[in-house]
């Protein structure tokens, strides 16, 4: 496939009817569809010339030189997938021309196909007039008209006809579509999807994920507003699904969807906002700027969404709306690189992502949350062991204090004071931090996190599980919140919820073999919390963990504690940092009593920031039973000033 050139194709978009409710009747089941589904696709394309562009959850996306090819492809799945065990997909084909880059596809040809297959039924396949005018002569394949619809973000309305198969007097009526949500939606709830990057370049990608979180921050600020987190409508981007199914996912009653396209030193923003339930276009607005007039454009389309539903903004909001962190374009472009490694969490991307906070600095010395994105990078790389953290607490507060006094009243800065208390055992200044950088910025679900950690350790553990379900509601989709609320609620004793919880962990990782094991291995350590062995076992079994089912069955844990001593081992002859306290949670988890315990008292004695963690109960430890933690525990309250 050539890069950057535009060709003539057919797009093909294939989805599974109803996997979210097939995955609660019956997971494996559900697991052996999906597996199915890919193994049928790729050995079709093969065949047919097909190019799969992309797997996405329970879709996938194939390219097609021919129409022809593309409709026969779409027969044969469906002829397929009629057989036992029957998988219910739907289908839809549009052929025009299309962007191809690093092997991406762009285009409205994109777009419509995936409108079109939203709209076929369980084994339907519905094509488009321009590609139903390729092959309606063509023996072997039957279309009749089935209706002309108006699309979303397509000007004309779109002829669709439907390709008659055998397989089509399947309805497939196990699963429904429908998922009606079984709370009140908050008619203020929005979501604003990742906005399209559809300029030639697509280095600028990083410039339209930033936009969407500039905008998502903007509508934080009207407090009357419930705005779902940027982690979470990632998992959307480029996906097909209808905004009625998006919207009952994120549980919002809207949705802000849009396109930028960048061009020099000028910028065309398009956004449209849309009622989820009903599909109904409530506002669209374009703006053609130069490029350093894009906070103007981030303010009015706040502005313009209050307006629309029917919201009055205060003072002191009009204010922060107005309210320009900075005037160099050279500043915020490097801050949003940083800003969108940050959130990786691992440690090759927190160190790019700290380079290019201080290069943001450099060009602007008054930026305040470029300092504080920069400080955050010191205090996660210290609280997740990658980094020495006795110099990182160093640097990390001076990057604060440079901030505080650019912007004492930003949200950001005050998350990243808290954090800092939270690291320095100052448990009551890091509470009474986490909850005004809250009042500041709602949105910002890693501090719900973070504060919700410190109060389960202090023991308010009913006051946590509080501060998790406001986290999830502003970022539903964040797994690692997620986990750190099942062990909440495995704490509580609530083991139906955190067992529900694990399993919709388990659904998400449906399209990733690495991370479907590990979800499966943390259910199984999950049950065998709660003494349920069977289950544990059976779960065990489902991630293929050898380690796991050998100390169950024997107590023996050697093949879990080979591989941490393995990893460890690597570490070293690499000179590389080791944590105590993160290489004792890895024996830990692994059975290896004794070695856990001597690093944990390591990590004391060092006073490395993140020995505040073992005062939770962690379900996932094995072997190691909380009364051996209590002298641990003991030691750690000593340097906590609660």
Request: with cysteine; charged share 25%; hydrophobic share 40%.
């Amino acid at each position: 496939m050539a890069e950057n050139s535009h060709q003539l194709a057919t797009i093909l978009f294939a989805d599974i009817v109803g996997y979210t409710a097939m995955m609660q009747v019956d997971e494996t089941a559900a697991l052996e569809k999906i597996n199915r589904f890919r193994q049928v696709i790729n050995v079709i394309a093969d065949e047919l010339n097909g190019t799969i562009i992309q797997f996405y959850g329970d879709g996938c996306l194939v390219l097609f030189n021919s129409s022809t090819d593309a409709v026969e492809f779409a027969k044969l799945l469906q002829d397929d997938f009629a057989e036992e065990p029957k998988v219910p997909v739907r289908i839809g084909i549009h052929m025009g021309d299309v962007l191809l880059n690093q092997g991406n596809v762009f285009g409205d040809v994109v777009n419509i196909s995936s409108r079109i297959q939203a709209l076929a039924p369980a084994g339907g396949i519905y094509i488009s007039e321009t590609v139903y005018r390729n092959v309606a002569n063509k023996k072997g394949i039957d279309s009749v008209f089935v209706k002309e619809e108006k699309l979303k973000n397509v000007k004309v309305p779109i002829r669709i006809y439907e390709v008659l198969t055998a397989a089509r007097q399947f309805l497939f009526q196990s699963y429904s579509t429908e998922e009606t949500p079984e709370y009140a939606i908050n008619e203020n709830s929005i979501a604003v999807l990742p906005f399209t990057n559809i300029s030639r370049d697509a280095e600028q990608e990083y410039f339209s994920d930033g936009l969407t979180e500039d905008i998502i921050a903007q509508l934080s600020k009207i407090k009357s507003f419930k705005v779902i987190s940027r982690t979470s409508v990632m998992q959307y981007k480029h996906s097909p699904k209808p905004i009625k199914e998006i919207g009952t996912e994120l549980g919002v009653a809207s949705i802000l969807e849009g396109s930028v396209q960048r061009s020099g030193d000028k910028v065309r923003i398009t956004a449209q906002l849309i009622k989820a339930a009903t599909d109904e276009h409530l506002w669209a607005e374009s703006y053609d700027r130069p490029v350093n007039d894009i906070f103007s454009i981030q303010r009015e389309v706040a502005v313009a969404i209050a307006s629309v539903l029917n919201t009055t903004l205060s003072k002191k909001e009009t204010q922060e709306l107005d309210h320009v962190p900075t005037v160099n374009m050279k500043a915020y472009e490097l801050y949003l690189r940083g800003k969108l490694l940050v959130e990786k969490r691992n440690k090759t991307d927190i160190l790019a992502a700290r380079e290019l906070f201080q290069q943001s600095v450099t060009s602007d010395k008054t930026f305040a949350v470029a300092y504080s994105g920069l400080a955050d990078t010191y205090l996660l790389s210290a609280f997740r062991g990658y980094e020495n953290p006795m110099e990182l607490m160093w640097l990390a507060k001076k990057n604060i204090d440079i901030a505080l006094g650019l912007d004492p009243s930003s949200g950001e800065t005050q998350a990243s004071l808290g954090y800092w208390y939270h690291q320095s055992f100052d448990w009551h200044a890091a509470e009474i931090t986490y909850r005004r950088s809250i009042s500041l910025n709602a949105n910002q679900s890693n501090v719900y996190l973070w504060l919700a950690i410190l109060l389960e350790a202090k023991g308010e553990r009913e006051e946590a599980l509080k501060i998790y379900n406001q986290g999830s509601e502003v970022n539903p989709m964040w797994d690692y919140l997620t986990k750190n609320k099942i062990k909440a609620l495995a704490n509580n004793n609530n083991a139906e919820e955190a067992v529900r919880l694990q399993k919709g962990l388990i659904e998400k990782a449906a399209h990733d073999p690495e991370l479907l094991k590990k979800r499966y291995a943390e259910l199984s350590r999950l049950y065998w919390s709660f003494n349920d062995k069977t289950e544990a076992l059976a779960a065990a079994t489902k991630a293929g963990n050898k380690g796991l089912i050998k100390f169950y069955n024997e107590g023996d844990y050697s093949i879990l504690q080979h591989e941490v001593d393995k990893h460890y081992d690597e570490m070293k002859s690499r000179g590389e940092y080791i944590s105590q306290m993160w290489m004792g949670l890895d024996y830990a988890n692994a059975g290896a009593r004794d070695k856990a315990l001597e690093c944990f008292n390591n990590a004391i004695a060092l006073k490395e920031t993140a020995i505040t963690f073992l005062l939770i109960r962690d379900y996932e430890f094995l072997n190691i039973k909380y009364l051996s933690m209590a002298l641990i525990t003991r030691k750690i309250k000593q340097v906590v000033n609660f």
